[in-house]
């Protein structure tokens, strides 16, 4: 068997055994880029929901419009297995960019996870519906927040419909968080409340900026999008610690697998986008809601676009020289955000209903001319096959992924361990594979 394995694996073509399961496809035909534009268009109608902004007229600021979001939530759930979820708390005077308290209202649906085994584990969706003019501290200027993070916002509801009838092995939250404007309060509390709730987040993605296809170098491309991941966790232990230093593993935290995953699910299921994995934690010197779950231990990325507009950010909308500023509607375009939010749905589909992964991963090897590997699989009968991963120790993302039937262990011969890096994977019978496991101990 396990000779069988190493005799196929360098006549295999990359990627040969990578196959889309109907039920994926069709929850990501279901996304439909009209709704996307109405949902945005709706949410810019509420002129600011800046997270200080409360109630300022009938239909503007941010409480009107979570009512809205909670309403819209409830009516998808309405008769599916989706249930409504609410995470609402009073955020205190900070000092910074909170100047006296104010309540804080998380709000979106869960989808219940079937697989008793692993009914404390989940994947997170977030985007934030709060938005903010020119003056982060000014909750009363117009702030329509088409693309941040109304585009994203449109997203959690879009996937909410997608999945709602869907029975996956875990649980998914998909939730609209407030107060990202104001210091990522909402998803900070929202991370800590699934944490101190025993939830084992396996997967995070704030979808955050995601709809403007025109830079503001006026190049556009409604074909590529980035995906940001820590690779270094900020929460590091001293075991992962001394593990990096001796392997060097800094591009294989489990938020960087993530990462690789959204991508090759992505691209596989949506061929007309192209996902970067970025190695940056969000742009430079910026953030989104995914750090929240990063700094509670989490595995977490951010979707973004690929060219950003900075006239239309953090922008009191204006015309200055004849240049328009602000975050409105034109600047949205829906079928660019509808490929980003097809790739992230299959994405999350297909974890949520793929097998446990590999436990235990080991790779041995080293100063010998041969790599070896080997692993434990829990006993969900779900688990058709292993997919061993690999890439030369100088690229970025997988290159070769290779099956090697149900085992749980493999030999490279001459496959010098220092030149490569390895993971490994289960799948189903459909093709849903697990997150690949980096090896998490070095022996021989
Ligand atoms: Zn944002």
Request: proline share 6%.
């Amino acid at each position: 068997m396990k000779g069988l394995a190493v005799a196929l694996l360098l006549a295999m073509p990359a990627f040969a055994q990578e196959r889309r399961d109907p039920r994926v496809e069709a929850l990501v035909r279901r996304i439909d880029a009209a709704r996307l534009e109405a949902t945005v268009k709706r949410l810019t109608e509420f002129g600011t929901r800046h997270t200080l902004s409360g109630t300022q007229a009938p239909g503007r600021g941010i409480v009107p419009a979570r009512e809205w979001l909670a309403a819209e939530f409830s009516a998808i759930a309405k008769g599916s297995r989706l249930k409504p979820f609410e995470d609402r708390f009073t955020a205190q005077p900070d000092g910074k960019r909170i100047p006296s308290a104010v309540e804080i209202v998380n709000v979106g649906v869960i989808l219940p996870g079937s697989d008793s085994a692993r009914s404390k584990q989940a994947i997170v969706m977030t985007a934030h519906y709060d938005s903010m003019p020119s003056d982060v501290m000014d909750p009363k200027a117009d702030a329509p927040g088409a693309i941040d993070d109304a585009s994203g916002t449109a997203m959690a509801l879009e996937l909410a419909n997608a999945l709602k009838d869907e029975s996956p092995a875990l649980t998914v939250y998909l939730v609209a968080v407030a107060g990202e404007e104001q210091g990522l309060i909402g998803s900070q509390h929202l991370a800590r409340r699934l944490k101190s709730e025993g939830v084992e987040v396996v997967a995070m993605a704030s979808v955050d900026i995601a709809g403007n296809s025109e830079g503001q170098d006026g190049v556009r491309d409604a074909t590529v999008a980035r995906l940001f991941s820590e690779g270094t966790p900020e929460t590091e232990s001293e075991a992962q610690k001394k593990l990096r230093l001796a392997v060097g593993n800094e591009n294989d935290s489990a938020a960087r697998e993530w990462a690789r995953y959204v991508q090759r699910t992505g691209e596989l299921y949506v061929p007309s986008l192209r996902l970067r994995v970025i190695l940056r934690r969000d742009r430079i010197a910026r953030g989104s809601d995914h750090m929240s779950f990063a700094r509670e231990g989490f595995p977490a990325l951010r979707l973004s676009e690929a060219r950003e507009n900075y006239r239309g950010q953090h922008q009191t909308p204006r015309t200055e020289n004849g240049v328009r500023f602000g975050d409105e509607l034109w600047r949205f375009d829906a079928a660019y955000a509808a490929r980003m939010c097809r790739a992230l749905g299959a994405a999350i589909a297909s974890l949520s209903f793929a097998p446990p992964p590999p436990q235990e991963v080991t790779l041995a090897g080293a100063v010998s001319p041969d790599a070896k590997l080997r692993w434990k699989l829990s006993p969900d009968a779900r688990i058709a096959e292993v997919i061993l991963y690999r890439r030369p120790a100088d690229g970025v993302v997988w290159e070769r992924a290779q099956s090697l039937g149900k085992v749980t262990e493999v030999t490279l011969p001459s496959v010098t361990t220092d030149d490569w890096f390895f993971a490994v994977a289960t799948a189903d019978a459909a093709g849903n594979q697990s997150i690949p496991q980096a090896p998490s101990v070095v022996g021989r």
